[in-house]
């Protein structure tokens, strides 16, 4: 099993930064894609950043220039830096992770983090 343990959430002023890490544990053999999705109250969860195993980008178009998405390989981990923050990017956050589990044949896993609040007061 594979868990995804969100931090970093929080409440900050409009033009204020936060930054979301999301750390990867468990049975995991090998990361293919991370990213980072946002949900509002009566709104479907919506990619906010990805990022795959060879390194390609890709971003929501309200947040390019503004929040840039990392990875550290060897703690399993990703990061979403998120500057000039503006209250429409408020909601809840949620950590996504596609890879292959351990063990023999390896089974290929999409999991997800609990979700972490921000919000952004103007």
């Known amino acids: 099993q594979v868990q995804l343990v969100e931090s970093g959430g929080g409440l900050v002023q409009a033009g204020g930064s936060l930054r979301l890490s999301c750390a990867a544990s468990g049975s995991v053999f090998s990361l293919n894609a991370m990213g980072w999705y946002r949900q509002t109250p009566g709104k479907q969860r919506e990619l906010v950043a990805g990022?795959?195993?060879?390194?390609?980008?890709n971003y929501a178009d309200p947040v390019k220039g503004r929040f840039t998405i990392s990875r550290d390989n060897v703690k399993n981990t990703v990061y979403l830096q998120m500057n000039s923050l503006q209250p429409e990017d408020t909601g809840a956050y949620y950590c996504n992770a596609h890879g292959l589990g351990i063990g023999f044949p390896r089974k290929p896993f999409d999991a997800w983090g609990q979700g972490i609040q921000v919000t952004v007061s103007s």
């Open positions: 990022i795959i195993s060879g390194g390609s980008l």
